[in-house]
């Protein structure tokens, strides 16, 4: 069974940066693709970024250019550095495992706990 635990959540202001971490066991890991989603309240939980396990990498349009995933197969974690945060990013960030399904990434594991992140001043 894999197992998912996401952490590095916080509350941080306009324009500050976090580093999430995603640690997954239960898996062969390098071999398996890897997405970060968020949910905001009263809203449906959508994609940010995924990499596969030859390090592509694809990007909501909303966070290209200022979000950065990224894996370290030696540790089973994958990470999502968040730069230039706006309130609009404010959400529980979840990690999954996923799949390329005819050109949509779908997930492939029971959710996680989250880990929130809200952007205030």
């Known amino acids: 069974q894999v197992q998912l635990v996401e952490s590095g959540g916080g509350l941080v202001q306009p324009g500050g940066s976090l580093r999430l971490s995603c640690a997954a066991s239960g898996s062969i890991f390098s071999i398996d693709s890897m997405g970060w989603y968020r949910q905001a309240p009263g809203k449906q939980r959508e994609l940010v970024a995924a990499?596969?396990?030859?390090?592509?990498?694809d990007y909501a349009d909303s966070v290209r250019g200022r979000f950065t995933i990224s894996r370290d197969n030696a540790k089973n974690t994958v990470y999502l550095q968040m730069n230039s945060l706006k309130p609009e990013d404010t959400a529980v960030y979840y990690c999954?495992?996923?799949?390329?399904?005819?050109?949509?990434?779908?997930?492939?594991?029971?959710w996680g706990q989250g880990t929130l992140v809200t952007v205030s001043s």
């Open positions: 990499i596969t396990s030859g390090g592509s990498r």
């Open positions: 999954n495992r996923v799949a390329d399904v005819r050109g949509t990434w779908r997930t492939l594991e029971v």
